[in-house]
């Protein structure tokens, strides 16, 4: 039988790992960020309706442009920002393949502040781009003079930040974006996926994009919007970052069903964001919970908690907590482990089966 070693391929692919975490049946699944709350009826109806009335056109190809989609999520963000500030793809993945397509490559770095997004690095590799890590500190945290430091010593293309950060779930100080802004001559991504969940006071780079034109933020409906097979991200910045990205995006590449649903669920944007509430209520909940029980909890400002395994024991206590129905995510640092905040159900099934461990 044929291997991976076999095949000719790059460089700079061998010995990696597809991305993926666990799809496990399971009673509780908390691994994935995913908004655990369904849908709401009102929502669904109206998205069917909406795929409904596209379904006799199949026969055609979609808006290529997604421009109705692009002046819907323009008017989500605010900012006075129009759809000529806005790109949108099948998932904020794929906006962040295209930016890298567009603006990194063979010849050229990216640099990135882990641990944080392990998609990062990986659609470096997939692009050809190669990769820089900078580093955290030991408390997880990014500050602007680091950040600088790294930017002024490799002078990268492509510069990565993650706000919340994943998988540590805290915020970026915007002051670390601005100075990062200020010290490259190349682009900054800033990778915004769980802006709604943020803590109150909370600023993200949208307010930067107008003073910064490399400055390109990414966000998702995913999360907050409970999208996640839905497949819609999307990018804001300056429209001339707009019209770069669409000198490589594949022809039609976001299909008619995703463009009407996203449409669908961004007209009801209220009943879909009501759950951001409830589901920061149980972030908070295992916050205050698990740094009662003696264990290290970093801050969060996403629908996610980063935390310290029972012992320091991270592939242990996964493996116990599956065994008692519950899955969590193993991120790869060392002694920590990745929690979702799911419903109150889930959370009370994850807390009651990690207080057994302890």
Known sequence: MTSLEDLPLRDELRGLTPYGAPQ?????????NENSHPLPEAAVAEMEKALAAVLRDLNRYPDRDAVALRTDLAAYLGHGLTQRNVWAANGSNEIQQQLLQTFAGPGRTALGFTPSYSMHPLLSAGTGTAWVDGRRGDDFGLTAEHAVEMVRRHRPDVVFLCSPNNPTGTALPLDVVE???EATDGMVIVDE??????????VFALSLIRRYPRVVVTRTMSKAFALAGGRVGYLAADPAVVDAV???????????????AARAALAHT???LSTVDAVKAERDRIVETLRGWGLPVADSDANFVL????????KGAWQALLDRGVLIRDVGVPGWL?????TTEETTAFLTALEELL
């Open 24 to 32: 496990l049946d399971v009673a509780v699944r908390l691994n994935t």
């Open 246 to 260: 669409q000198l490589v995006r594949l022809p039609y590449h976001l299909s008619a069903l995703t463009q009407a």
């Open 338 to 342: 990745r929690v979702t905040a799911g």
């Open 307 to 314: 935390f310290g395994a029972p012992r320091g024991d991270a």
């Open 270 to 272: 209220t009943a879909l």
């Open 193 to 202: 996926a769980y802006a709604e969940f943020a803590r109150p006071g909370t």
């Open 179 to 181: 100075a990062v802004a």
